[in-house]
């Protein structure tokens, strides 16, 4: 029913920048809540920010909080994540997700929640 295509990773230093897109194709982008999550070699994928439908509400991870920022442009379908001052535990792959009728405040971190998931993107932060 939805498709996720993410762009915009690659190689950067630490303390650089990096804007993270994800694409949405199918029907009604503006009736889903999308988030991104993140997964490092060896580790479980993790929650990094979420954003409501409505693009009112959004929520972050501790550790990306005060560099990361979420947005969506209804207009063009897509999803975005600015990614400042980036650490080289950022380093990761990164995958954008939509699910509908989320109840946000509750589940915005609960990767089991979202049933779309896009394919991701390298994201490698040097020291």
């Known amino acids: 029913q939805v498709q996720l295509v993410e762009s915009g990773g690659g190689f950067m230093q630490a303390g650089g920048s990096l804007r993270l897109s994800c694409a949405v194709s199918?029907?009604?982008?503006?009736?889903?809540?999308l988030a991104w999550f993140r997964q490092a070699p060896g580790k479980e994928r993790e929650f990094v920010a979420a954003i409501d439908w409505t693009g009112g509400n959004v929520a972050y991870a501790d550790s990306v909080k005060g560099r990361f920022t979420i947005s969506r442009d209804n207009a063009r379908n897509t999803m975005y994540m600015q990614m400042n001052s980036l650490k080289p535990e950022d380093t990761a792959v990164y995958y954008c997700a939509a699910v509908r009728h989320l109840n946000f405040y509750r589940d915005y971190y609960k990767k089991s929640q979202y049933d779309g998931w896009g394919q991701g993107t390298q994201v490698t932060v040097s020291s």
């Open positions: 199918g029907r009604s982008f503006s009736t889903w809540d």
